[in-house]
């Protein structure tokens, strides 16, 4: 429960100014704290506060998350135990082509892959693209998972296929594991081995 503590909330794309104002705060003496979802450092207010604060002396603690990676692989089995790589869909702060290129070195590395903000109402075209790159380099069975609202009450989990991947309802809410060419889904579960020997 909060009292006798300021609250400040900014929209969606204010993510900035929220950093700034708190920046200002704690330069004025104010004990502050940035609530960033899942994990500050990847994705979160962590690196946008460091970036604001720049050479001005100023303790900062960052204290870890969740994140949605994790949280979906958990849901999932294991899809993580190997090499895996974490790509924002999201063309707002990354232009698509660079976005496109990391893709590409995702599928052609063989790297199970993770991928944040995959289809908003806006921007559909994206998740099709990135299924195109990856069915390039991977069979139409890569097991897939996607994760929606995870570690929430309404959480769903789905393994599918890449190639059945588009027709399952993908929102922004949703996390989505491609597995890579060691990857394998059994029941409930999608497994990437890590390769131990299991004689």
Excluded at 71 to 97: K, R
Excluded at 169 to 181: E, K, L, R
Aim: contains cysteine; aromatic residues 4%; positive net charge.
């Amino acid at each position: 429960m909060i009292r006798n503590q300021e609250v400040h909330r900014l929209p969606m794309r204010k993510e900035m100014e929220r950093c700034r104002l708190a920046v200002e705060m704690a330069l004025a003496g104010k004990k502050v704290a940035v609530i960033s979802g899942g994990d500050p450092g990847i994705y979160g207010m962590a690196g946008p506060i460091l970036e604001i604060l720049g050479e001005r002396e100023l303790a900062v603690v960052i204290i870890p998350g969740v994140t949605a990676a994790l949280s979906a692989a958990a849901a999932l089995g294991a899809p993580l135990m190997n090499d895996f790589a974490v790509i924002s869909l999201s063309n707002l702060l990354t232009p698509w082509p660079v976005i496109e290129q990391r893709l590409q070195a995702c599928a052609v590395g063989d790297l199970v892959t993770v991928l944040y903000n995959p289809q908003s109402k806006k921007r559909r075209e994206q998740i099709v693209k990135a299924v195109q790159v990856f069915l390039k380099h991977r069979p139409e069975t890569t097991p897939v998972g996607l994760v929606r609202n995870s570690e929430r009450p309404a959480e769903e989990v789905i393994i599918t296929s890449l190639k059945k991947m588009p027709e399952h309802p993908i929102d922004m809410f949703t996390t989505v594991i491609i597995g890579n060419s060691q990857t394998f889904a059994r029941g409930r579960y999608m497994v990437t081995p890590r390769g131990y020997r299991l004689d």
